[in-house]
């Protein structure tokens, strides 16, 4: 099935210490670029990473982007209890000498807000959790493979329907083929009514017909025609069809830049310009296919 190179995929998997998140994006690119946005994958498994996404992904810029939402009960909060006992015992001298002395409460409370009476641990991202967070990645991938196939679909619409529209104007413009000879052979003729003194006709007939012959685009509308039929081809039956549909398309492009300069006839040279502005938009999309 036809993909995009661009998309996005996420995922969420639960660990003991918190949720993770993992987002892929992709945009066009000639190879497998692939950035770890993160800090959360171990630097021994990057390598493994990298290989991962480059085979379920294939090709793309490719940006990764993890993160951990810590759980309350992940996160330790400890007493130190040497600190708070040397707090409570100087806080508490103190306040048997105030006027108005604090209630027990009200000491327990400030001796808390401390500095370092109290130790937040919270728990760092591991390999203990690498089997977990390769999954999610997995998952993400997959994920951006869906959107892929989606956003591939309606590419494929596009490009065959412009592929259509140039063949449609390729037969417009043949329908002015026996006007434009006419039209050369008309034009000729009256240059050669001004010319004066003899001429030999047989030969003149023979140049005519040597220009015409110059003018004749029969083998670039076949041409064509068989690449547009190559195209449709290509797009319908391999799976990764991106940089052949972009060959494919030059080979295009050449064969109407030809019909554009033996043209000779502002109707037909018309039609050849929208087939170029079709074959553009072929150009452009073909890119991001994957």
Same mark, same amino acid.
């Given at each position: &099935?036809?993909?995009?190179? +661009?998309?996005?995929?996420?995922?969420?998997?639960?660990?003991?210490?918190?949720?993770?998140?993992?987002?892929?994006?992709?945009?066009?690119? %000639?190879?497998?670029?692939?950035?770890?946005?993160?800090? !959360?994958?171990?630097?021994?498994?990057?390598?493994?990473?990298?290989?991962?996404? #480059?085979?379920?992904?294939?090709?793309?810029?490719?940006?990764?982007?993890?993160?951990?939402? @810590?759980?309350?009960?992940?996160?330790?909060?400890?007493?130190?209890?040497?600190?708070?006992?040397?707090?409570?015992?100087?806080?508490? @001298?103190?306040?048997? #000498?105030?006027?108005?002395?604090?209630?027990?409460?009200?000491?327990?409370?400030?001796? !808390?807000?401390?500095?370092?009476?109290?130790?937040?641990?919270?728990?760092?991202?591991?390999?203990?959790?690498?089997?977990?967070? %390769?999954?999610?990645?997995?998952?993400?991938?997959?994920?951006?493979?869906?959107?892929?196939?989606?956003?591939?679909?309606?590419?494929?619409?596009?490009?065959?329907?412009?592929? @259509? &529209?140039?063949?449609?104007?390729?037969?417009?413009?043949?329908?002015?083929?026996?006007?434009?000879?006419?039209?050369?052979?008309?034009?000729?003729?009256?240059?050669?009514?001004?010319? %004066?003194?003899?001429?030999?006709?047989?030969?003149?007939?023979?140049?005519?017909?040597?220009?015409?012959?110059?003018?004749?685009?029969?083998?670039?509308?076949?041409?064509?025609?068989?690449?547009?039929?190559?195209?449709?081809? +290509?797009?319908?039956?391999?799976?990764?069809?991106?940089?052949? !549909?972009?060959?494919?398309?030059?080979?295009?492009?050449?064969?109407?830049?030809?019909?554009?300069?033996?043209?000779?006839?502002?109707? &037909?040279?018309?039609?050849?310009? &929208?087939?170029?502005?079709? !074959?553009?938009?072929?150009?452009?999309?073909?890119?991001?296919?994957?």
């Amino acid at each position: &099935m036809l993909q995009s190179m +661009t998309g996005y995929g996420k995922a969420e998997c639960t660990t003991e210490i918190g949720k993770i998140t993992v987002e892929i994006r992709s945009v066009n690119g %000639k190879s497998a670029d692939i950035n770890l946005k993160t800090q !959360l994958i171990p630097r021994e498994y990057e390598h493994e990473v990298r290989q991962m996404l #480059s085979k379920i992904l294939v090709r793309g810029s490719i940006d990764l982007f993890a993160t951990l939402e @810590s759980n309350r009960e992940a996160t330790g909060k400890n007493i130190n209890r040497e600190l708070f006992t040397a707090y409570y015992n100087q806080i508490r @001298s103190i306040n048997q #000498s105030l006027p108005v002395p604090l209630s027990e409460a009200d000491l327990l409370s400030s001796i !808390l807000r401390m500095p370092d009476v109290i130790d937040n641990q919270k728990s760092s991202p591991d390999v203990d959790i690498w089997g977990t967070l %390769k999954e999610c990645i997995i998952e993400a991938a997959n994920s951006m493979n869906n959107f892929r196939k989606t956003e591939g679909e309606k590419l494929g619409d596009e490009l065959k329907n412009r592929v @259509s &529209m140039i063949l449609e104007n390729l037969t417009l413009a043949e329908q002015f083929d026996a006007e434009r000879s006419e039209l050369v052979r008309t034009r000729l003729m009256s240059k050669l009514e001004d010319v %004066k003194g003899a001429v030999d006709l047989n030969r003149f007939e023979q140049e005519i017909i040597y220009y015409l012959e110059k003018l004749d685009i029969t083998e670039e509308k076949v041409r064509l025609r068989q690449h547009c039929s190559y195209f449709i081809e +290509t797009l319908e039956n391999e799976e990764f069809p991106g940089k052949k !549909l972009a060959f494919i398309a030059q080979e295009m492009g050449r064969e109407i830049n030809t019909l554009g300069s033996k043209a000779n006839h502002a109707e &037909m040279q018309r039609k050849v310009v &929208m087939m170029k502005d079709d !074959l553009e938009k072929i150009k452009e999309q073909s890119l991001n296919i994957l």
